[in-house]
Each structure stands twice: as C-alpha cells, then as structure tokens.
C-alpha cells in the first residue's frame, strides 16, 4: 500500500491545496508515482472528472489541480465526497462524483455521514494500490474537537490511511504560534503521535526574525517546524469563494501593478452571493492589462468596458436578488461586451421556467435578462462531462477560430426561441456583443480569451498592449515553494520512493 502524507492546517485558507500541489508536482519531476486525495471537499467550485463505471463526475478544483500537478488524469476517486452549499443551511451531496441529493448539516451527519465514510475508505485503497505515494489534503482546522467523531477529511483520513500528518499554520494573520500549540495540543492522542512536522505559511520579511519562536515552539511540542514558507501565491485555482471579496463588496483579483489606466481594461463581475465556479474569472484576470472587478449586486456598470457574469450554484434566487438590486436596468443601460457563464447564460435568456426546482423561492417561471433569445428549463438531471469544442468566433469572440476545451456542469436545457449564431456548438448562444455558453474554463484558453480581450480593446477604444509572455506554470511556483523552503529532513522517505 502507498505512503500517505496529509497537509493538515490549524484554520482554513492556510495554504493546503498549494504545499499539496507543490509536493505532487516536486515527487512526480523525480520520478515518484504520487496522487492526491481528499476524502470530504466543501466547494462550489467543481471540476470534471472520471468515475470509478467511467462516466464523468464531479470533484473539488483543487484536486483536479493536484492531479495535474502529479501528471494523472483526474478521476473522483481523489475527491470521493463533495459537498456544494446552496444556501439556507444545505448543501448537495456528491459521492464519488455523482449527485446524491440536498441535506441539512444535521441530516448529512446523521442520515447520510456513514455511508460517505465507506466511499471515502474505499476511493482511498484503489488509489492506495495503485500508487506509491498519497498526498492528502485536510479541510479547515484538524483541531475541530465538536467534529472529531465525524471528521472526515481529516481524522478519519488519517486513521483509515494510516498516514502521517504535516501542519500548516498561517503566520500572516497572526497567533500562529498558539495556533499550532492549541492544535497539537487538541489532537487525539492516536492522531498526535502521527504528526511528522509543522510549517509556517505567508511569512513576509526576515525569517530569521522567527528563530526564537520555533525554538520554543519545537521545545514544547516535540514537533519540528520543517519550513517557513513566503507570502508567494503561485496563481492555483482557488478552493472556495473565502478569497474573494463580500457580498456587497468590491475587489479587483490579479494584479495590474505597472499598468497604467490607457493600457488596461475593467471587466465587471456581479459578486453572486451563491456565485461557483469563480475559477473561471482567474485566467482573465491573470492577464495584466485587463482588470477583473467584484463589484455588488447595485453597481451602475459605469465604469466596466466588459461583464462577465460567473456561474451560480441557485441561478433563479441570484437572479431574483441581482432585479431587486437594480442590476438588470443597470445591464440594459451596459454597451459594452457581455458573456455569461452556465448560470449567467441562463440569467441572460428571456425566462427560466420549472424554476422552483433550484430555487427556494415558490415560483414556475422567472423572467431573464432578456439580452439572449433563448429559454431554459430546469430538470432535475444534472449534466457533468468534460467537452472539445470547435469555436467559430462571433460576438464577444469574434475573429477566433479553433478548437477549445472546458467542461459542463449544469441542470437545465437551454433553447434559443429564433435562429442563432452558435460560436460553440451546442450550449452556446451568440448576438453581436452577447455570449451566452454553458462551457467552462473557456478562458484557459488562449484564443478565446485573447480574442475577448480584443473585443474589450477595441470597445473601450483603446490599442491592447503586446500580450504577455508565458511565465513559470503555478504548478512550477507551487513545486519550488515546497522544494526551497520545506526542509526535507522529515520527509525523505516519500522523495526516496523515485524510480
């Protein structure tokens, strides 16, 4: 059976899914046959993947990265249960990618927890025998002592894979000593004696600084501190929508620094309060002439040359908070480029009918946008695979020409009511400034978010600047973080397991 290391952190966003990727990427360049794991992901940000009958199913982005990192196809197997939250206190529960149905927290824990156990410990030994390394990824603090009877990515990870466990803990925030300490210190005892090491992510300025703290700390713990990290985001995908701003709030991601205001161009996206599958909005943003903005729900639009609106785990009770926000009169007002992505191609069309399906509201049928001549009914079957598509540039996209991947994730069927262009194929709706596809990850690709980009240009009247070079992958920033800064002294037997 395989070695199994879990990334465990004293809180959530101490960064998990990054040393994980960075350890998968580090092991695989060296030969080592090495997949990740989570056995219980929280996310509304999904990825396509293949199940164990070889149809396609869901799993958490952040193991789909990590299965790139380690060079393997994704399968559900690395995140055998998910759950995606969909407001008034539910999620949906997908166990080994498919759809199972919508829970309360206490009907999951009590009904349902048991059985999500067993596909976790089952998932666990076909990777396990099929390869020599496991590096699994925690969720929030492993320090959780009300959940420590049902702490599935975590505890009971640990006991059925019997692996050792690294702690991580976020030192820009502060306390992160006494977080490690209070961690340790909280652990079961069987769990305790299993933790090989612990490090300290986010740290800015002289690492020397910390000496006297980690001596202290090692001393009362027993446990070495293997590695202090640098504040350095390797531009991974992120997990769930903690990094992005409030609702209400406005933030630009990525970064723009050097950039002047000529040069550079503002893309709007309404902060959906059930917004998913945010990762789609990481590639534009990476781009640094163009400035992707969360702003609120009651925003005027005034100052964007594009929009773009995010899918949505509850499309018709979005769209019923972004009307009473005033959105739709500020959209219609908007000249400028517009696409929408799965849940926001379905705001865009004229009307959503069988609504009560997704929505928590009593309602049948919800009027769109209008900006799309195209009809969507919800049915409860839910459409998961990943696609090629051919792109025959219209509208937003116009000029681009070529062959495209994404994936699909979505309930519901969307029909146009009038002959349109189809620049994707099926799923996909285009007028001269509109663009409606069901495809995510359409930005990852380079033509189609170059051509966009273009389009942006040229609305704003402005001349994009050459586009930019490539620079080291983020699964290249997540190795090196791993290899210059975490002391292998604790973990050599996982890097000596190379061919």
């Not at 929280?42 to 060079?71: F, L």
């Not at 410990?121 to 099929?130: D, F, H, K, Q």
């Amino acid at each position: 059976m395989a070695r199994t290391l879990l990334v465990a952190g004293t809180a959530s966003h101490v960064g998990k899914s990054t040393i994980v990727s960075g350890f998968c990427r580090a092991l695989a360049d060296r030969g080592v046959d090495v997949a990740p794991f989570k056995a219980q992901n929280m996310s509304n940000n999904a990825q396509v993947a293949v199940r164990p009958d070889g149809e396609w199913g869901e799993i958490g982005v952040s193991q789909y990265i990590q299965a790139r990192a380690a060079r393997l196809p994704p399968t559900t197997a690395m995140n055998p249960v998910l759950l995606k939250p969909r407001g008034d206190g539910e999620s949906q529960l997908i166990i080994d990618g498919k759809a199972v149905g919508h829970f309360s927290a206490g009907d999951y824990y009590d009904e349902h927890w048991a059985r999500a156990r067993k596909a976790a410990a089952r998932a666990y030994e076909r990777l396990a025998s099929e390869h020599d390394v496991i590096i699994a990824e925690g969720a929030g603090s492993i320090a959780e002592i009300n959940l420590h009877d049902r702490d599935l990515a975590n505890l009971e990870t640990i006991r059925f894979a019997d692996a050792d466990v690294l702690v991580l803990a976020d030192i820009e925030r502060g306390g992160a000593f006494a977080a490690l300490y209070g961690t340790l210190e909280l652990l079961p005892d069987d769990i305790r004696e299993r933790v090989i090491g612990s490090a300290l992510t986010k740290f800015r300025g002289d690492a020397s600084i910390l000496e006297a703290g980690i001596d202290e700390i090692e001393t009362r713990t027993g446990v070495p501190v293997v590695g202090v990290l640098p504040h350095a985001d390797p531009g991974l995908p992120a997990e769930d929508s903690v990094s992005l701003p409030a609702v209400g709030d406005r933030a630009v991601i990525g970064s723009n620094d050097g950039v002047s205001e000529d040069e550079s161009v503002t893309v709007a996206v309404p902060r959906l309060p059930r917004i998913s599958n945010a990762t789609d909005l990481e590639s534009l943003a990476r781009e640094p002439s163009i400035r992707v903005v969360y702003v609120p729900l009651d925003t005027d639009l005034q100052q964007a040359d594009a929009v773009v609106l995010p899918g949505t785990k509850n499309t018709v009770d979005d769209l019923l908070e972004l009307r009473a926000a005033g959105f739709d009169s500020a959209l219609d007002s908007f000249t400028g480029p517009v696409i929408g992505l799965c849940g926001g191609f379905q705001m865009l069309g004229e009307r959503i009918e069988n609504a009560g399906i997704e929505s928590t509201h009593a309602v049948d049928v919800v009027d769109g946008f209008g900006l799309l001549p195209v009809t969507t009914a919800f049915s409860p079957e839910k459409r998961v695979e990943r696609t090629v598509r051919n792109l025959d540039g219209v509208g937003p996209l116009a000029g681009a020409t070529g062959t495209v991947t994404g994936y699909e994730i979505h309930m519901g069927s969307t029909q146009p009511t009038e002959p349109v262009e189809k620049p994707l194929g099926k799923g996909s709706v285009a007028t001269d400034r509109v663009l409606g596809t069901y495809l995510h990850g359409l930005f990852e690709n380079e033509i189609a978010r170059q051509a966009f980009r273009r389009t942006i240009f040229s609305h704003a009247g402005k001349q994009p600047p050459a586009a930019t070079t490539d620079s080291p992958s983020p699964y290249e920033k997540a190795k090196r973080l791993v290899d210059e800064y975490l002391s292998h002294s604790s973990l050599d037997e996982y890097y000596e397991l190379s061919d």
